[in-house]
């Protein structure tokens, strides 16, 4: 899990936040949402999230990038989807009770993502504003990239998928 003890995130609409959902927010909702956050850094190789344990929280990196994987009867992993500093990880957490149904592991780390716990974030989601909207479309682009994966990986060779896994953790880590 996150090694170092979480920080409360600071500043509203005026402190840019290194989100993107969350820096697209209305300044109002924004200022509103912030104060939920807490700051903490993302450890190389860490869970954040386990399979088949209850969402306790959303995870929006502020950089790096977190690998979505299902994880098989054997305990092997397949990654399913990457997420960095464009989305968010723990969605399924906006129906309380909801366990996760993959995890998720720290491939690029760093040392600002914020968290919210899902507590906050089904409230967020049951106001049907902004955040909802905003959050909602990134589901649904999110499933709509899984889809397009699975389709890459049954038709590209191993080279193509490793060139589109290196180009994407390249985007993601602002490095080579």
């Not at 899990?1 to 500043?11: D, I, L, Q």
């Not at 956050?37 to 399979?51: E, F, I, N, Y």
Request: with cysteine.
């Amino acid at each position: 899990m996150v090694t170092r003890r979480p920080s409360r995130a600071s500043g509203g609409a005026d402190q840019p936040v290194e989100n993107d959902l969350l820096a697209a927010l209305p300044p109002a909702d924004r200022n509103r949402i912030v104060p939920t956050l807490d700051v903490t850094p993302l450890a190389l190789k860490a869970l954040v999230q386990k399979s088949g344990d209850p969402v306790q929280y959303v995870y929006f990196p502020g950089g790096g990038f977190l690998s979505v994987v299902t994880v098989l009867e054997d305990g092997g992993m397949v990654e399913v989807a990457t997420v960095g500093r464009e989305g968010a990880v723990g969605v399924s957490g906006a129906v309380e009770g909801t366990n996760a149904e993959a995890a998720a592991i720290v491939q690029g780390e760093t040392e600002r993502c914020y968290r919210m716990t899902a507590e906050a974030f089904r409230r967020e989601m049951d106001r049907r504003g902004a955040f909802y909207d905003l959050l909602t479309r990134y589901a649904h682009a999110f499933v709509s990239f899984i889809m397009q994966s699975t389709a890459c990986n049954a038709v590209h060779s191993v080279e193509q998928r490793l060139a589109r896994w290196l180009l994407m953790a390249q985007d993601r880590m602002a490095t080579n």
